[in-house]
């Protein structure tokens, strides 16, 4: 009994399965983060040579 209580005290595979859903979950919220930032970006450039474009076409 002694024995199964130390190897339960010494087990660390849950502890190790929990950082790695960590690490995980703060990589995904630094690529959501990115992933928005760039879009807005995108969105503020496409609009910007659709109006260029469009200035061009009524010349």
Do not use: H, P, W
């Given at each position: 009994?002694?024995?199964?209580?130390?190897?339960f005290?010494?087990?660390?595979?849950?502890?190790?399965?929990?950082e790695?859903?960590l690490?995980?979950?703060l990589?995904?919220?630094?690529?959501i983060?990115?992933?928005?930032?760039?879009?807005?970006?995108?969105?503020?450039?496409?609009?910007t040579?659709?109006?260029?474009?469009?200035?061009?076409?009524?010349?």
């Amino acid at each position: 009994m002694k024995n199964l209580v130390m190897r339960f005290v010494k087990d660390e595979e849950g502890a190790t399965a929990i950082e790695y859903g960590l690490i995980a979950a703060l990589i995904s919220v630094a690529i959501i983060t990115i992933v928005s930032q760039l879009g807005d970006e995108l969105v503020t450039t496409f609009t910007t040579v659709k109006d260029q474009l469009a200035a061009n076409n009524k010349i």
